[in-house]
């Protein structure tokens, strides 16, 4: 009873700890509002007010953005967050942060289920606070990332999986959350379609004897894909892979099959480096933040032993299920042509989290003092959390500014003293600016979509039309520039970046300076002129 | 000697026309040790036989003459049917002085050796007053100081025909597998140390005369070449080259069988890294630590890693000196710049945690240096550079690797690879790798000898299943 009590407390510290590093300051870190999360944002508030997209296309099976399509669930779950907290960042990261927590119970929950009596707790609670602290699923928890959302549903489908081989009638709802989880991010369609036949195949002499729960389960799972055939019948199901994957430029016959054989290969190697996962994301700032990997460096150590333990133990079925699914969850990613796309793998670093912390369990376990035994954790969580503070805290914080268009956010303050004035801002290296604007502006997604709906140029489930979008909200227009027209009209406002407005661009036109704004860093960022 | 008296000691006496000295041999064994005595005769010409029976010595006869090593076979096989404790073998010829006997058999029956014989080459001087050419002392010198280093013992006879053996020792040594010839003696000692059985000796005197047998010059030769054979044949086994029935089976699987592969994997592996143009002697030091880490993996044999290591402070000496990453004492301008910068977000963000001597000491020369390492360090652990990911070879490579990296730890577990030595070297690289760049590639190459390994491993398991020999 003690011992469960103690569990239970630790649990519950380690949820506290997920909660705070998933929520605190989430208004305010990430800085800025990237294009795929205001798209995600507006949508949510557009449904919430009016039942329709900033299309005008009424409750969609996929939204359409910026010449691309998001999956639909994480914007419908944003809605009610966003009637609740209002048109804030918080609000539309929300579900993100939400869901992010739940990695971290569910991973509790599926490690308590299936580890041996003898270490469950400890190696699950272990399991947990890695998951609740890695670098990944942090950064992912705190930004709107639907793989987030469909790394949890995934998690949840997975612990109703283990729990139904005790009750088999939960099978069908394990089957359900597999299902919906297809409709939060893209990589979880062939994630599903894989790794339920695996896990059917290991434990195929439990379902054997409950055939039926497996056929409702089955029936439940493809009622769910039934949106999945209307929008591949439609042209929009595998717009989004046509765009990120390599397989659409690959060269005739025999030589084809060769490249793509190669560059599949390859893309799985480089998942599998340890320089990616330990150290270097590369220079994107949507991977990991700088100077930290997607696992802190220390991890790499419980990685070995905990992968060389994994695979010595193939032979029981946990962890033959998880090495059987490392592969599965890196098809994906690795039909796509990006180095290391930290996005699509959540499920693979959630899979190695639990690899790494066995690893860092079996290290405790050969450790004789308790007093250690318990100490080091938290020292190595502490140690852990500056490392990340002095990465995400503060350099993220500074440097990922420009990527997420922090400045256009604080331009609708800016700007609000000039509501009788003409305003062109360019948005030639930032297509989401008007939107962003419209978003907390909270402004009329009736209005916006009498703007946006005629700037698709077939139907909405065809991915036609120019990422360029020209947005108008109230008095300001979104575009870029068209110099030649806009230098000669009178009393409007022009706002800016320098390579906009340059300083020959401001003399020869005889622009006068309005405001500027900073970076955090104190560089000019954007600047406001009128003209004559 | 009362212990000596308790144990049932049986003397073997493998025998070829020793009529004249059968008689002299055994009247010289000490009364309370005739008891179990057996000859037995190799197809005599001459009255062994009767003379032995007339002694009262139990006599088995083989039809033909086998050979010297035969002819011992048949006396262990006896000597074991009356369940001994210890088993002498004693040469009829009168050569060796069998009153020693109890000096030889006394260390086993203390269960201090499992293997005792008696040296007759002790000292120059008795051995050479015991008549014994002086040519054949010098060649037996010569020879014995050789096998000592190779087998790692410090006998001064390898050639004595005066032994004794424990029954478990017989029990264990497959010398059913050793040669009918003169060879044998030299595989029993061989065979034992191979399966750790210790092994002594006490002086004997030497006593050469006409009567005694003696080999002749060529068979000699051929004698002495063979017993470098057997050593030879111990290395491979040891190496997990061959399967010797001669020796222990190591605990093993049939990882060498495709070695031929070996090579030709490391070949075409550092060709594609294209280190043969770059740096040939860097690439022939990597061929070489290729085959050197197949061997750590699959032997416990000390000098296999003491190579390895020699190799591999070659190897990081040479990457030092071309591809130190200088950017720890000179940074580059852009790291300049992002620091200056980064000084003023710690500076904002941490106030005066940040704006002190230590805090900006930490910051801005601990931290980056720090990251740099670290970020050096697992930069060579890039798979896809290692493999040659863009080539098409690596459509080959690739699997096998992962077939290799699957089945690594299966095999570590089960004890068939002996990894200490690997595992120190991966350590060794990856800690250099944190001071060498990326763009030199030789921290990356470095690993190219486990690379090899792991791509030969997979090969194997693809091609031919890994199996598990029996302990």
């Known amino acids: 009873m003690l011992k469960l009590k103690k569990t239970s407390l630790i649990l519950i510290l380690i949820i506290c700890l997920s909660v705070f590093l998933r929520f605190y300051k989430l208004n305010e870190i990430p800085t800025g509002f990237h294009h795929d999360e205001v798209s995600q944002a507006y949508n949510a508030f557009a449904l919430g007010t009016t039942g329709h997209d900033r299309y005008s296309q009424s409750f969609p099976l996929l939204f359409r953005a910026f010449g691309s399509y998001q999956p639909p669930l994480y914007t419908y779950l944003s809605i009610i967050p966003i009637k609740i907290f209002g048109n804030t960042m918080f609000a539309a990261r929300f579900v993100s942060a939400f869901f992010g927590v739940l990695i971290v119970i569910f991973t509790y929950l599926i490690i308590a289920e299936l580890a041996k009596e003898k270490f469950k707790h400890s190696f699950a609670l272990l399991a947990a606070l890695m998951v609740g602290i890695s670098p990944w699923a942090i950064h992912f928890s705190r930004r709107i990332a639907e793989a987030n959302l469909g790394l949890a549903l995934f998690a949840a489908a997975f612990y109703f999986f283990i729990r139904s081989l005790r009750s088999p009638r939960i099978f069908p709802l394990a089957m359900l959350l597999s299902g919906i989880s297809t409709h939060a991010y893209y990589s979880e369609r062939i994630i599903a379609i894989f790794f339920i036949p695996i896990y059917l195949f290991i434990f195929r002499q439990h379902y054997f004897k409950h055939i039926k729960s497996v056929i409702f389960g089955l029936v439940v799972f493809g009622l769910t894909q039934l949106p999945h055939l209307y929008l591949f019948a439609n042209g929009a199901f595998s717009t989004r892979f046509n765009q990120v994957s390599y397989l659409g430029n690959i060269p005739e016959g025999f030589a084809g099959v060769i490249y793509i054989v190669q560059q599949f290969l390859r893309h799985i190697l480089i998942y599998i480096s340890p320089h990616h996962l330990f150290a270097d994301t590369g220079s994107n700032l949507a991977n990991a933040a700088p100077e930290l990997g997607v696992f802190y460096g220390w991890f790499f150590i419980p990685f070995v032993i905990g992968i060389i333990a994994f695979i010595r133990r193939f032979h029981i079925p946990f962890f033959k299920l998880i090495l059987l699914a490392l592969p599965v969850f890196l098809i994906s990613a690795s039909l796509t042509g990006d180095e290391f796309y930290t996005l699509r793998i959540l499920e693979y670093l959630w899979a190695l989290t639990i690899i790494i912390s066995f690893g860092a369990f079996l290290i405790l376990e050969k450790i004789n003092s308790k007093q250690v035994r318990l100490i080091l954790p938290v020292m190595l969580t502490v140690f852990s959390l500056v490392l990340f503070y002095l990465s995400y805290g503060i350099l993220y914080k500074y440097e990922a500014e420009g990527y997420a268009g922090k400045v256009y956010i604080e331009l609708k303050d800016k700007l609000a003293p000039y509501s009788g004035k003409q305003i062109i801002v360019d948005s030639w290296r930032d297509i989401a600016i008007g939107l962003r604007i419209a978003y907390f502006e909270k402004y009329d997604a009736n209005k916006l979509s009498a703007i946006l709906g005629p700037q698709i140029f077939a139907d909405y489930y065809k991915a036609e039309g120019d990422i360029q979008e020209v947005y108008k909200v109230n008095n300001m227009e979104f575009r870029p520039f068209v110099w030649k027209e806009d230098s000669g009209l009178k009393n409007t406002i022009l706002v800016g970046d320098s390579l906009a407005i340059s300083e020959d661009q401001v003399y020869s036109n005889k622009l006068t300076p309005l405001f500027e704004i900073k970076n955090l860093n104190g560089s000019t960022a954007i600047k406001a002129y009128t003209t004559e | ?471």
Request: charged share 15%; proline share 4%.
């Open chain 2, 1 to 471: 000697m009362p212990e000596i008296e308790k144990l049932k000691i049986v003397i073997v006496m493998p025998a070829y026309n020793a009529a004249k000295t059968v008689r002299n041999t055994y009247l010289e064994i000490p009364p309370y040790l005739r008891e179990n005595i057996i000859l037995v005769d190799d197809g005599s010409k001459d009255n062994t036989v009767q003379i032995a029976k007339e002694l009262g010595i139990k006599v088995i006869e083989h039809s033909k003459n086998v050979g010297y090593g035969g002819n011992q076979k048949t006396c262990y096989a006896e000597a074991l049917k009356l369940d001994p404790d210890i088993v002498v073998m004693l040469h009829p010829d009168y050569q060796y002085d069998a009153s020693m006997i109890e000096d030889l058999v006394y260390p086993i029956a203390r269960g201090r050796y499992d293997f005792m014989f008696g040296s007759r080459i002790a000292n120059k001087k008795g051995a050479l007053a015991g008549g014994m050419p002086p040519l054949k002392y010098y060649v037996n010198r010569f020879v014995c100081l050789i096998q000592n280093i190779l087998l790692g013992v410090n006998f001064t006879e390898h050639f004595s025909g005066l032994r004794a053996y424990s029954k478990k020792l017989l029990q264990t040594v497959p010398w059913q597998n050793f040669s009918n010839d003169f060879v044998f003696d030299q595989e029993m000692t061989i065979s034992a140390l191979a399966h750790g059985f210790t092994i002594s000796e006490v002086a004997i005197p030497t006593r050469y005369h006409e009567k005694a047998s003696s080999i002749g010059f060529i068979r000699g030769t051929k004698f002495i070449l063979e017993g470098f054979l057997v050593i030879t044949a111990l290395y491979l086994h040891k190496l997990n080259l061959i399967q010797d029935k001669r020796f222990e089976p190591v605990k093993s699987t049939n990882i060498g069988k495709y070695f031929i592969a070996l090579p030709v994997i490391i070949f075409i592996n550092l060709f594609l890294y294209g280190i043969f143009q770059k740096d040939l002697l860097f690439g022939l030091f990597l061929f070489a630590e290729s085959v050197l880490i197949y061997f750590s993996f699959v032997s416990r044999a000390f000098f296999i890693r003491l190579l390895a290591c020699m190799v591999l402070v070659f190897l990081i000496l040479i990457s030092f000196y071309k591809d130190f990453d200088r950017t720890f004492f000179y940074p580059t301008q852009l790291e300049i710049s992002t620091q200056a910068f980064r000084h003023e977000y710690f500076a904002l963000e941490l106030g005066k945690l940040y704006k002190n001597r230590i805090g900006i000491t930490y910051m801005q020369s601990a931290l980056p240096l720090a990251s740099k390492f670290n970020r050096n360090m697992f930069s060579h652990l890039a798979f896809d550079s290692l493999l040659n990911a863009q080539s098409i070879l690596s459509l080959i490579s690739i699997p096998l690797f992962l077939l290799g990296i699957y089945k690594l730890p299966r095999l570590l577990s089960r004890g068939f690879l002996y990894s200490e030595f690997t595992i120190f070297y991966l350590s060794v690289v990856f800690a250099a790798g944190g001071f060498l760049t990326f763009e030199g590639q030789y921290g990356l190459l470095l690993y190219a000898p486990i690379v090899n390994f792991l791509i030969y491993l997979g090969l194997l398991q693809a091609i031919h299943k890994i199996f598990y020999a029996k302990a």
